[in-house]
Structure formats: C-alpha cells, structure tokens
C-alpha cells in the first residue's frame, strides 16, 4: 500500500516562503520520478514541478521558476517543495504524487502519476 503524507502548509504573508514534505511508503521510493501539483476549489489539479527518480533532472511549471525549488532524499523517503517569493496567486491545496513507473521521466501531466497524498492548504495574503 502505498501512502504519500504531506505537510508543511500553512497561512503565509506575501513575499514569504514555506517547505512542504511529502513522505513516501510502500514503493520504492529512490526507483520513482515525483510531482507537486496543486489546486484550487472548480479550477483543474495544475502541474507545479516534478524531479527524476535519482535527482539530477527537475521540471518546473513556468509561473513558479526560479522561486520554487523541488528536491529530494531517497535515504528518507522523502520529497521536497521549497517556496520563495511566494504570490498570494500561489494559493492552494498541494499535492505530491508518484509515477506510475519505475525510472520513467518526470512527467508534467497528472495522469502520469498514480498515488497522490491528501493535499496540504498553502494560503499567501497579499
């Protein structure tokens, strides 16, 4: 059974930053690309960043580049979102996900991944 537990969020004023961690179980963590996605309530769960299953390859959606930075330890299971220079536009429930195969690419769509956490509120005020 594979679990992904995020945490992390909270109520941030603009311009202030916030780490999110998602920690892994029940798949071999160090084998899998992972994602952030997030969403907001009527709007489509959107790509944010993903990173390859050993590290050395991240992808960013353009609204969040050079602000957000994804990251990994294999050692702990363990996945990363930093978030810089945050944007009240920034607003919203976010998501870690796994892919659904072992040493695929880090994909940017969400129907690549199959396993998604419960979700962590990230609120900016401006």
């Known amino acids: 059974q594979v679990q992904l537990v995020e945490s992390g969020g909270g109520l941030v004023l603009a311009g202030g930053s916030l780490r999110l961690s998602c920690a892994a179980s029940?798949?071999?963590?160090?084998?899998?690309?992972m994602a952030w996605f997030r969403q907001n309530p009527g709007k489509e769960r959107e790509f944010v960043a993903s990173?390859?299953?050993?590290?050395?390859?991240?992808y960013y959606t353009d609204s969040v580049k050079g602000r957000f930075t994804i990251s990994r330890d294999n050692a702990k299971n363990t996945l990363y979102l930093q978030m810089n220079s945050l944007k009240p536009e920034d607003t919203a429930v976010y998501y870690c996900?796994?892919?659904?195969?072992?040493?695929?690419?880090?994909?940017?769509?969400?129907?690549?991944?199959?396993?998604w956490g419960q979700g962590t509120q990230v609120t900016v005020s401006s």
């Open positions: 990173i390859r299953w050993d590290g050395y390859r991240t």
């Open positions: 996900a796994t892919n659904r195969a072992p040493w695929a690419v880090a994909g940017t769509t969400r129907y690549e991944y199959d396993y």
């Open positions: 029940g798949r071999t963590f160090g084998n899998y690309a």
